[in-house]
């Protein structure tokens, strides 16, 4: 599993996630994290896909979105810097 958007210069981490993680883990899982930007309405899953990375976001906010059966689209949350995209990856 892999995992996007964290720093990996000197600077310290702005997602409150990797800034808690203890140094000894930190160095495992380091070399796997890769900074990316995303672009404004970026699909990073489609419902029932496959989470091929997640996404510790360091600035902004991630939307999640959920489609209706009607055919319509409904907000059901928001990431922030305290936390994670692709949850589910872990389960």
């Known amino acids: 599993?892999?995992?996007?958007?964290?720093?990996?210069?000197?600077?310290?981490?702005?997602?409150?996630?990797?800034?808690?993680v203890g140094s000894e883990d930190l160095q495992f899982i380091t070399p796997h994290l890769e900074r990316v930007t995303l672009t404004f309405r970026e699909t990073l899953y489609e419902q029932r896909g496959p989470i091929d990375f997640v996404y510790f976001v360091e600035s902004g906010v991630v939307s999640l979105v959920t489609e209706l059966d009607e055919g319509g689209t409904i907000e059901?949350?928001?990431?922030?810097?305290?936390?994670?995209?692709?949850?589910?990856?872990?389960?």
Request: hydrophobic share 40%.
């Open 1 to 20: 599993m892999a995992a996007n958007t964290a720093s990996t210069s000197s600077e310290p981490f702005r997602n409150h996630i990797l800034r808690a």
């Open 76 to 91: 059901t949350g928001t990431i922030g810097n305290e936390g994670m995209v692709g949850v589910p990856a872990f389960l």
